[in-house]
């Protein structure tokens, strides 16, 4: 039997442009033997984008979204901050209105059985992954796990916007002044590296219509990072990650100064201190070579 089971929501990015954290989440829950049940008829959650047409489609679509883990009786895990953000926040929504304004709940619950799906019973929990490592599945038995403790790195978490803020109660950290990341480097055997930027937006949302202000902003936070003598930045969202690594060549043009910093998914690390190897990880996927952090941890 496995320790911890989900409903597994791996949402766009990780499907496309970012398959190296679907493949790494699947190598971190093989490890710590955890079963994820992949939802494959879930779709996409907005991106935050759904309800600048109506709050009634992203609540329609993200109830189905709940409604397909609550089937399985089910906690809905992701490892995107904006799905996390999203879906989350939904879900909070609806379960409030179950008390305040049923005959909306109804109203969706309408437009999913005209589809043929489940209604929404507000019964689970949506929850990312770092969520999971440090309040289910717990530091204590993450560290007894390590088999290649990543000594000497430093690391700068990048939690970017969602993760922290979108929802109304987070009961795993603070919003403000969080740790959850830093806890896990510490359990991997990193050092955190704190600077102002890491609870900041990356500037993905500017990067449509402003996108020199937002590689500005990315920018500003890579070069505190580098400053404060970061080897890395690791982030649990990949739209963070497209924004950080993917464009980091024209970020640095922007801010006219050579980066170079290699920016890690959150499972991408973790993994590295359970043994996994590189290839497995696809971290040659990056756009920055992750090259110097993998030299320094000794592979």
């Not at 493949?23 to 971190?28: D, F, I, R, V």
Request: one cysteine or more; proline letters at 5%; charged letters at 20%.
């Amino acid at each position: 039997m496995p320790l911890l089971r989900y409903a597994y929501y791996p949402g766009c990015v990780a499907q496309g442009a970012c398959r190296e954290l679907y493949l790494s989440t699947t190598a971190l829950a093989d490890a710590l033997d955890i079963e994820l049940v992949e939802l494959k008829q879930a779709t996409c959650c907005g991106s935050g984008t759904f309800k600048e047409e109506s709050q009634l489609l992203e609540d329609t679509v993200n109830a189905r979204n709940i409604a397909l883990a609550e089937t399985l009786n089910l906690p809905l895990l992701t490892h995107c901050s904006t799905c996390q953000g999203v879906i989350g926040h939904v879900d909070e929504r609806l379960k409030r209105a179950q008390v305040s304004n049923p005959a909306y709940v109804k109203r969706i619950d309408g437009w999913l059985q005209r589809e043929g799906c489940a209604p929404y019973r507000g019964s689970t929990e949506v929850k990312h992954i770092l969520w999971a490592l440090v309040g289910d599945y717990g530091l204590d038995r993450l560290s007894a796990r390590v088999t290649r403790a990543l000594a000497g790195l430093k690391c700068a978490a990048f939690y970017g916007c969602y993760l922290l803020r979108a929802q109304d109660n987070i009961s795993y950290d603070d919003p403000f002044h969080p740790e959850s990341l830093e806890n896990v480097f510490r359990a991997t055997g990193a050092t955190p590296i704190y600077y102002r930027g890491r609870i900041q937006c990356c500037g993905w949302p500017l990067a449509s219509y402003a996108q020199e202000e937002s590689f500005q902003l990315a920018g500003t936070h890579i070069q505190e990072a580098i400053a404060a003598g970061a080897d890395c930045m690791v982030t649990p969202c990949p739209l963070c990650h497209l924004n950080l690594d993917s464009r980091q060549p024209e970020i640095a043009a922007v801010v006219g100064r050579e980066l170079g910093l290699p920016v890690l998914h959150l499972p991408q690390l973790v993994c590295l201190a359970l043994g996994i190897p590189p290839s497995q990880l696809g971290l040659d996927r990056h756009v920055v070579s992750t090259r110097s952090t993998l030299n320094k941890l000794g592979f």
